[in-house]
């Protein structure tokens, strides 16, 4: 089990060497790329956002207890906020590359 | 290994659930107050009551409260003396239900606050969740 801190570290790493190859003789740390890690986190958050829209529609028509409706909506907003903070972190952080001076 | 935020949510969500329930019961325990029978001399509506239980979630490993089972209430019915009525015996007696409004009240009372505490549990929980996702907006 990899250290969470370092995790971050080597896909921070990563995701440099994907920009810029010039300089991928640099380690290249295995497991998962980023893209990888940040695909399946999306298609997790697609499924509970799938969810949440499925227990509206039978919250509507009444064939599901409200406060089930509740919860599984609360999820998926809160997993839509969350992804919405995760990309505009990826995006900030590839801003910060491109604005090195080369 | 879930989330314990979450997990308190899902438990409060079970407690609302069986609170519910409960709320159900004794709503068709007041409406089924006066519920005599059709039949001369036959049982009229017997009250109906609510166990809970403690059930374990192996999907979670969450301690989740659940409604074990609704139960009929074995106390006796009350007698009124109404000859008049068509569900009354030989010697104009007709059996009443063994509701008493009064005490299905108090219940009432009881399982509105139980789901309030779930309900502020829940609220609680979410709360805090979503403060936490916060914390990755503008930091």
Redesign the interface.
């Known amino acids: 089990m990899i250290s969470p801190l370092s995790a971050i570290g080597s896909l921070t790493l990563q995701g440099a060497s994907a920009t810029t190859p010039a300089v991928s003789s640099v380690a290249t740390p295995s497991g998962p790329s980023f893209a990888q890690t940040l695909a399946s986190a999306a298609a997790d958050a697609v499924t509970t956002v799938q969810g949440g829209e499925a227990a509206a529609i039978q919250g509507v028509t009444g064939s599901m207890p409200t406060f089930k409706v509740v919860e599984q909506v609360m999820s998926a907003q809160r997993t839509l906020q969350e992804m919405i903070s995760i990309r505009d972190k990826a995006v900030s952080a590839y801003q910060e590359i491109s604005r090195m001076t080369i | 290994m879930i989330d314990p935020l ?1 997990a308190s ?2 438990i409060s ?1 079970a407690g ?2 069986a609170q ?1 329930t409960r709320l159900r019961i004794i709503s068709q325990n007041i409406a089924n107050s006066q519920s005599t029978a059709s039949v001369a001399g036959a049982d009229p509506y017997a009250r109906q009551t609510v166990s809970f239980d403690n059930v374990l979630d192996r999907a979670s490993g969450l301690s989740l409260v659940r409604v074990k089972n609704v139960g009929v209430d074995a106390a006796p019915f009350k007698l009124e003396h109404d000859p008049g009525n068509p569900a009354a015996d030989s010697d104009g007696y007709v059996k009443l239900p063994n509701v008493d409004v009064l005490v299905e009240l108090t219940d009432m009372r009881e399982a509105n606050r139980t789901y309030e505490a779930n309900l502020q549990v ?1 609220k609680q929980s ?1 709360d805090l ?2 403060q936490t ?2 914390l ?2 503008d930091a």
Do not use: D, P, R, T
């Open positions: 979450q949510l899902k969500g609302l659930e519910s829940a979410a969740l979503n996702v916060a990755l907006k």
